[in-house]
């Protein structure tokens, strides 16, 4: 801007480009240095950036909000300067402390309370294993042509449900993945005393979920296709002892996973220690089954029999 040497005279700059300053604002003083100086009228505006502060902090303020350096605002900003500090440090020391006070979930530090729905959270993988079952189960139809078709036959040709069931029990149960957890954890002691301790541990937690299973699964877990399977199930002699989770495949413990968090909210660990503890085991097996699911997860399936079909079905069957 061009002005007359009288209006310059007048209003002469009073900072250098790069001279070191202090910028007042209420009570706090930082220090800066003059990037760009602009007269507007009768009034200089300086550009100013912050030293120690990114660039993008950098402000246009006026003349009057900035002072000469002298000693008595050096000893204040020093003292300004450890006082943030300080508050910076504490605040610090405030985040790593609840950070340490929820622990470790899965390798990464929290910084929030987990809930039971974080803790069994499946990862895709084992998702699309459940949807992939779910439409196998719960598929509606009919095998090879319609009631109205089999009607108009003349040969003995039977309507099918496309549906199909899972063979049980199955070909790796919930209690082969839980028997083999427990040796995971086992050999993850340095010391007999510590692989000791970790078996323990490990087998309480197991035999929780076992007991959470066998509750849940006639209550919760079984499509309304899979009820009179386990109807017949319960009706054979040489399965009456047999626990749930020796028949029952890798499958219905992701079911389980589903469920969980809706059951432990009530009858779970109230306690943060004991609920963290849980939920990393919860985590833990998860991730088993992650890494071995080529393994784990082998149903095989075959059509329903005359005795597990649903009423609906038999009466298709009867009018065949």
């Known amino acids: 801007m061009v002005s007359t040497s009288c209006e310059i005279d007048e209003n002469p700059q009073r900072f250098e480009l790069e001279e070191r300053v202090y910028f007042l604002e209420e009570k706090s003083i930082y220090e800066a240095v003059i990037k760009k100086a602009l007269l507007k009228g009768q009034q200089w505006s300086y550009l100013v950036h912050f ?28 003292q300004q300067d450890e006082k943030r500090k300080q508050m910076k440090q504490e605040a610090l020391n405030r985040k790593r402390k609840k950070r340490d006070d929820l622990g470790d979930f899965d390798g990464k530090r929290t910084t929030h309370l987990l809930t039971w729905d974080d803790y069994c959270e499946l990862p895709f993988t084992l998702k699309t294993i459940l949807i992939d079952e779910r439409e196998r189960i719960m598929k509606i139809g009919n095998d090879h042509y319609s009631l109205h078709e089999a009607n108009k036959r003349d040969d003995s040709c039977q309507w099918k449900p496309t549906r199909v069931a899972h063979i049980l029990p199955a070909a790796v149960t919930i209690r082969a993945v839980l028997k083999h957890y427990v040796k995971v954890k086992k050999k993850e002691g340095q010391s007999p005393c510590e692989m000791g301790a ?33 109807l017949s199930l319960n009706a054979k002699p040489e399965l009456s002892s047999v626990k749930l989770t020796e028949i029952y495949g890798c499958e219905f413990l992701l079911r389980l996973f589903v469920r969980l968090p809706a059951l432990l909210k009530h009858s779970g660990p109230s306690d943060a220690t004991s609920r963290h503890e849980m939920g990393s085991q919860l985590v833990e097996l998860i991730t088993l089954l992650q890494k071995n699911r080529h393994a784990c ?24």
Do not use: C, H, M
């Not at 997860?297 to 065949?320: G, I, Q």
């Open 198 to 230: 970790a078996e323990k541990k490990a087998k309480a937690f197991v035999d929780g979920i076992e007991i959470i299973f066998e509750e849940a699964l006639p209550a919760t877990l079984l499509y309304q296709a899979e009820r009179a399977q386990f």
């Open 51 to 78: 030293l120690g502060w990114n660039s993008r902090w950098d402000k246009w303020v006026e003349d009057g909000e900035l002072r000469k350096v002298t000693e008595d605002l050096k000893v204040q900003a020093t």
């Open 297 to 320: 997860f082998k149903s095989n399936y075959r059509p329903p029999r005359l005795d597990e079909l649903n009423d609906f079905e038999k009466v298709f069957v009867t009018n065949t």
